[in-house]
């Protein structure tokens, strides 16, 4: 047995810092204001310095497959990861990978593409959409190839052609900043968890394989994305899109916070593929049961357990009758409905966390879709609107999927189809684009940004703060069951988190720092959404708003995206559907 | 208590590397439950610990938010 390690005694600094103040509250892991006992000495903390053709941020699918392609394609590539490679963001929990095989299909690419913009609504990307079903096969014999249909655990298998290729890896470093120079993308900066150390890296190219996120939700295995990507790259220039859509996934009553338990053993599984079976599981429909009746959804909180039946209310999000299914009772044992294959079960059968048993709503909150929020694309190959800069995955808004979540597997599929296409553009601008110069003054800017939160004598704590911000948004009458009035309070209590209590984020320790920057991404990603979802004023696919309940096509066939003002305000704009943006 | 418990630890640091959250660190060679807060209970330390050294609770140690109850 081992125990959390002692906080050391505070030195002779933090000591006169703490003199006449009240240190009690400060040893409690959830306090809100305190002083802060920083355990480094910062002042000491030294910057690594790297230097690469190619960057690829992230160490999930797309990662992967953006640095082995960039590699391939002749660039100096590097990745740098928060976590390790294959073992972060949502990679290593999602077991199945579509293939669109064209022995085994009935119908065409074409219809494929058809049947999921009608499931979509109109609000997916065709030309990302078919993209994925074409590379399908060839990312699936990569994969193959390396191994990774063979064990439940992605490490070894995504190791494999990093290593063949020696591709230098960073891992356990988290990348905090992008940067810019004369409107081009020069490199990026960060710090590592393990040691006292910022790190910064030049970079003619950056692919941004980031993922998506959320407000570190209980009951989905989203803890370590926090939208750090989308806010890096807001942050200097890049339009973001998707950000009223809501995951619907639900989890267990019993110990909502426990993913593994609720998915039952699929995390354990080992990958396959699976063919088409485009869906329109909704799980906010739920949420809106709950809403009107108050909480008898099958199972919920204090409710007998189920037996197949849901209860029918009016109104609410509709799904397009093509596209019903009558989910019945749960499969199998009842704990979790466990499904038997791939991420989307069975044939037929709910997707785990989409059953109506057993189940309270916002597993995910804070997620929008998968491939259906993050950086706009500007072409077809993950290109962002700032020169070199380019997202793939679920860091880029490609809508491939759009604001609901329609083909089963399709999201390891879309990632490493996307990666493997940015990986190969980046390379191509890389091989033309000039070495980056960035002054030492902007790197020490920069640093001091970073370190910013372990240099205050006292401050917020962030876990704190994060609890507060999911105590602001996850209720369901804020994030799902949408409505004008509710989400301009939600809004002001996010304004004040990002003007009062961001700049007095504090962190004792390279863990904190961790978590301060998360929380502070967070907290921009949840204005994001208050202010997408006011400004959306219809209700389509997975946003629902009471106000305004039915799908407006007059206004309404387009995406949303977001971008930093001149005086550095959020605004927004509307992208109509099958256009690209200009 | 999410992550219970590490007995039987070998210092492969296996489970340290594969925690998405940092939940994990090494201490004088042999991985303790640093910020136990953190976990996420996704099990991925437990799945990559090459001597089953790993137990786990389905208890978040901290308050859990959900969207109704």
């Keep these: 047995m081992t125990a959390p390690t002692e906080k050391p005694a505070p030195n002779r600094r933090e000591f006169l810092a703490l003199s006449g103040a009240t240190a009690g509250a400060a040893s409690l892991g959830m306090a809100a204001w305190g002083q802060n006992f920083v355990e480094v000495d910062v002042d000491a903390i030294t910057n690594t310095d790297f230097a690469t053709d190619v960057l690829v941020i992230g160490g999930g699918m797309a990662g992967l497959f953006a640095a082995v392609k960039a590699h391939d394609a002749g660039a100096s590539t590097m990745i740098v990861s928060k976590g390790r490679l294959g073992s972060s963001g949502l990679t290593p929990f999602g077991k199945g990978f579509f293939v669109f095989d064209t022995d085994v299909e009935t119908d065409t690419i074409d219809d494929f593409v058809d049947t999921v913009s009608r499931s979509a609504l109109g609000t997916s990307n065709p030309a990302y959409t078919r993209q994925m079903a074409e590379h399908s096969m060839a990312r699936a014999a990569d994969l193959r190839e390396w191994g990774y249909f063979d064990q439940t655990l992605s490490n070894r298998p995504f190791m494999k052609p990093i290593e063949d290729r020696d591709i230098p890896l960073l891992e356990r470093v988290h990348v905090t900043h992008l940067i810019k120079e004369d409107g081009k993308i020069a490199g990026a900066a960060g710090f590592r968890n393990d040691a006292e150390e910022t790190v910064t890296i030049r970079a003619k190219s950056v692919i941004l394989c980031t993922g998506a996120g959320g407000f570190k939700p209980n009951g989905f295995p989203l803890g370590d994305l926090t939208h750090d990507g989308t806010i890096m790259a807001y942050e200097i220039g890049a339009k973001v899109t998707g950000k009223e859509w809501n995951d619907g996934h639900m989890t267990r009553s019993d110990n909502p916070a426990a993913c593994y338990d609720g998915w039952g053993d699929m995390f354990e599984r080992v990958p396959s593929t699976n063919g088409v079976e485009v869906h329109h599981d909704l799980g906010v429909d739920l949420n809106y049961t709950a809403y009107m009746t108050g909480n008898p959804v099958a199972g919920g909180p204090g409710a007998q357990p189920s037996d197949g039946d849901t209860i029918e209310v009016e109104g609410g999000p509709q799904t397009p009758e093509e596209f019903q299914r009558d989910f019945g009772a749960p499969g199998g044992d009842g704990e979790g409905g466990g499904p038997s294959s791939g991420e989307g079960g069975a044939p037929g059968a709910p997707p785990p966390g989409f059953e109506p048993s057993a189940n309270v709503g916002g597993a995910s909150a804070g997620m929008a879709i998968h491939k259906s929020e993050g950086l706009v694309p500007f072409d077809d190959r993950c290109a962002s609107n700032i020169a070199g800069l380019y997202a793939a995955g679920d860091a880029l808004g490609s809508h491939m999927s759009g604001g609901i979540y329609t083909q089963v597997g399709s999201s390891l599929t879309g990632s490493a189809v996307q990666g493997a296409i940015a990986g190969e553009a980046a390379a191509e601008y890389a091989e033309t684009a000039d070495t980056p110069v960035i002054q030492d003054v902007r790197i020490s800017e920069i640093v001091d940004e970073i370190l910013a939160p372990l240099r205050l004598d006292a401050g917020y704590g962030p876990a704190w703060v994060t609890q507060t911000l999911q105590g602001i948004m996850i209720p369901n009458f804020v994030l799902y069951i949408k409505k004008a009035s509710m989400m301009t309070a939600a809004l002001a209590y996010v304004e004040e988190l990002r003007d009062h209590h961001v700049p007095m984020l504090r962190a004792a320790n390279m863990h904190e720092l961790r978590l301060a920057h998360e929380t502070r991404n967070m907290i921009l990603s949840a204005e994001m959404k208050m202010r997408a979802s006011l400004m959306r004023t219809e209700s389509r696919g997975s946003h629902y708003r009471l106000d305004y309940p039915d799908m407006d096509d007059v206004n309404w066939r387009a995406w949303i995206n977001i971008y930093q003002g001149t005086d550095g305000s959020m605004q927004l704009e509307k992208q109509p559907f099958d256009t690209w943006p200009t | ?69």
């Design chain 2, 1 to 69: 208590m999410t992550i219970k418990s590490i007995n039987g630890c070998i210092g492969c640091q296996e489970c340290v590397k594969s925690c998405p959250c940092d939940v994990i660190r090494m201490e004088h060679g042999k991985a303790v439950i640093a910020y136990p807060a953190d976990c996420q209970i996704c099990h991925l330390c437990r799945m990559y610990c090459p001597v089953d050294a790993i137990e786990m609770s389905p208890e978040k140690s901290i308050p859990v938010i959900v969207p109704w109850g």
